[in-house]
């Protein structure tokens, strides 16, 4: 049978529906069919079989079996660099379109030619989408802080796009969110694209120097390229992404911020801003990429209008009452358009070691969704240490003057930059002296943003106890111990009368009111 033949066989169903009755008498068990626009998979017991649709669309074609057979292999290739235990093989279906049979990875039979291919993974537990985890309420930001770190490796070690001409990364940013917009209008909304055409429009030159450099600094990789909840997945405690952009490269050579842009609008379109932030936190500071934050709110807005072109393919195939199952895009890409650059405000932390100043930035990171800045973790990356690496260990001292001043420089200069695209900063550090807290009001000063200090304080009983635990345990990037306790009770400059004028003063022997707390922090002038 040639591969056109083939392919008007299948398009009816007739191949699925006659593995599914196959493996139903092969395993004894039902056999459940899930069945998107582009595919079918087959659920057994333990495995689930991917039959690729010999469909020809604008943005994919699977109509010849040539075409379906290189592209499973290519989705098994590239979800092996996330998922590798879930991707077991791409496996050839022998027989006719009446009596199929599904072979065995790696082994040719001498049966005639295959008839199709599908994909085999390994089934994971039903309600494991990160979707799913979290409508039951059941996903942590344990969850997502490990799979942040996981991506952050990820896109580190991928393989960056080669340089290109000015206008061609400016293109290649801009044309498909215009195809997207264009597809949209189709579909009839077209006061809401107009407006977001106009956003979008206005965006060019204020970002175009931005995404210029980001293509020349290597940003530009061979990334997920559909990192949405449904497409990541918990397998014990550990998320892990599947299912990436196999069948167009130009959707999955993109920057690495558009792949983190994805997952944090999704969480933000469901109503969990507070975890899109701690999610986007704890990938900044495994990642370095602060310059990113420069187009992220780009990135949500495109990576909102495409799941809400989705949505309206799936509307005309399933009926308009699948579309109320999940978020509303197109308004999530509103939101994200309106507020973008209306939020900015400097706040830096004030406290001894101990104080609690990093879990209560944490917290109102979240709430407020603010980008965080970490000095021991900066300092560090100036060093070239990861976060919980000791210095010691390396033989390195980072703790010298001239090391303070670099890492103080690097603060100012990634909280300029957050703060210039429009995002309330966290700069978590000691801020003991003086003179490091006033070079920080002169930033907000020179940007017009409000100034903001959050001074953590707490007994010194607690001080000594909580530095002293957290050195025995190793799992916080600070190498602060109670000899360096004892020295910044002995030297610290503390408030001054202006500093306390604007100052937010939490104790934190006590769990802190956070909303309250962010409540007082987005309301000061």
Sequence with gaps: ???????????????????????????????????????????????AYKLKKPV??????????????HFCEEEVRLNRRLAPSLYLGVVPVYGTMQAPRIGVIGVIEDIGEPIDYV???????????????????????????????????????????????????????????LKVLKQLQADGDTSHIAALRAWVDAQVPALREAWRARRGGGAVRECHGDLHLANAVL??????AFDCIEFDPALRWIDVMSDVAFLAMDLTAHGRSDLAFSFLDTYLQRSGDYSGVRVLRFYEVYRA??????????????????????????????RLAHTAGGMARLLITHGLSGSGKSTVARQLLAAAGAIRLRSDVERKRLFG?????????????????????????????????AL?????????????????????????????????????????TQLRQRVAARNVVGHDASEANVKVLEHQLASHEPLDGDERAVALEVVTDEPVEVAALCARWLSQL
């Design 1 to 47: 049978m040639d591969s056109e033949t083939a392919s008007c066989a299948t398009v009816d169903g007739t191949l699925i529906n006659a593995l599914r009755a196959r493996l139903q008498a092969d395993t004894e068990q039902p056999v459940a069919l899930v069945e998107t626009h582009i595919s079918w998979v087959l659920l057994t017991e333990r495995l």
């Design 56 to 69: 020809r669309l604008p943005f994919v074609d699977f109509s010849a079996l040539t075409s379906r057979k």
């Design 119 to 177: 994909v085999c993974m390994l089934r994971f537990a039903p309600g494991a989408l990160l979707s799913e985890r979290l409508a039951a309420g059941g996903l942590l930001p344990g969850h997502l802080d490990r799979l942040a770190q996981r991506l952050a490796d990820f896109h580190r070690d991928a393989p960056a796009a080669l340089p290109a001409s000015p206008l061609d990364a400016e293109d290649q940013v801009l044309q498909p969110v």
């Design 235 to 240: 397998i014990g405690d550990e998320a892990t």
């Design 305 to 334: 209008l495409v799941r809400a072109l989705v949505g309206h393919v799936r509307s005309r195939s399933a009926g308009a009452a699948s579309l109320a199952a999940g978020p509303d895009y197109l308004a999530c890409a509103q």
């Design 385 to 417: 240490l990861g976060a919980l690496q000791r210095s010691a260990e390396q033989a390195v001292d980072i703790y010298t003057p001239g090391a303070t001043r670099r890492t103080f420089d690097r603060l100012k200069e990634c909280a300029r930059t």
């Design 420 to 460: 210039q695209a429009g995002y309330p900063v966290i700069v978590d550090a000691a801020f003991l002296q003086r003179a490091e807290r006033r070079a920080f009001h002169a930033l907000a000063v020179d940007l017009r943003v409000p100034f903001s200090i959050l001074h953590c304080r707490a007994s010194e």
